[in-house]
């Protein structure tokens, strides 16, 4: 039992009885609310916790694989070049016939890189955005504004009023 009445007064509503102010019951659901966030939090990093080392055992592995992998394929380039000795070719010859395969491959993977960093686009809205960003940041009376504000709504720049931005 919980509670108990230990008066035989009868149990009658009066204007004197005692109910929690406003302040206690925002006191007391702030410390629930409180409490609830710090175990949630404490649950989110003992999930996190061992997916974190999971993810950084295998980030590990992938890095050694790229290694092993550059390690072989310096013996690939080797073993090519002593091939190519074998078919009789001078060694220095065929060394420099690797050398020379190598390069053009790393010759071909800049082009690829920088025809693809030249399709890169410009952030314009953002640009434009920043440039009349000290205006927009002026504080003005309310109802005073020269000019609306645009509003992003689903990803996209609604204009109110003033048209001057490139959408």
């Known amino acids: 039992m919980a509670h108990s009445v230990t008066s035989s007064a ?16 925002v006191q007391s659901a702030m410390a629930d609310v409180s409490t609830l ?4 939090i404490e649950l989110a990093k003992a999930e996190i916790g061992t997916s974190a080392k999971r993810a950084g055992v295998s980030v590990g592995l992938f890095g050694v694989a790229g290694v092993m992998a550059a390690f072989a394929g310096i013996f690939f380039f080797i073993a090519l070049a002593e091939f190519l000795t074998w078919l009789g070719l001078a060694r ?4 420099l016939i ?9 010759g071909l993977a800049a082009l690829v890189g920088i025809r693809m960093l030249k399709r890169i686009e410009k952030p314009e809205r953002t640009l434009e955005t920043l440039r009349d960003l000290p205006e927009v940041a002026h504080r003005e009376a309310p109802g005073q504004r ?9 990803g996209r720049v609604e204009l109110r009023g003033n048209e001057s931005y490139k959408v």
């Open 92 to 95: 220095w010859i065929s060394y």
């Open 10 to 25: 009868p149990l009658v509503a009066s204007a004197e009885t005692e109910e929690p102010s406003i302040g206690s019951l």
């Open 146 to 154: 020269h000019r609306d504000v645009p509003t992003v709504a689903n």
């Open 98 to 106: 690797v050398f020379g395969f190598l390069l053009l491959i790393a």
């Open 37 to 40: 966030v710090r175990g949630e």
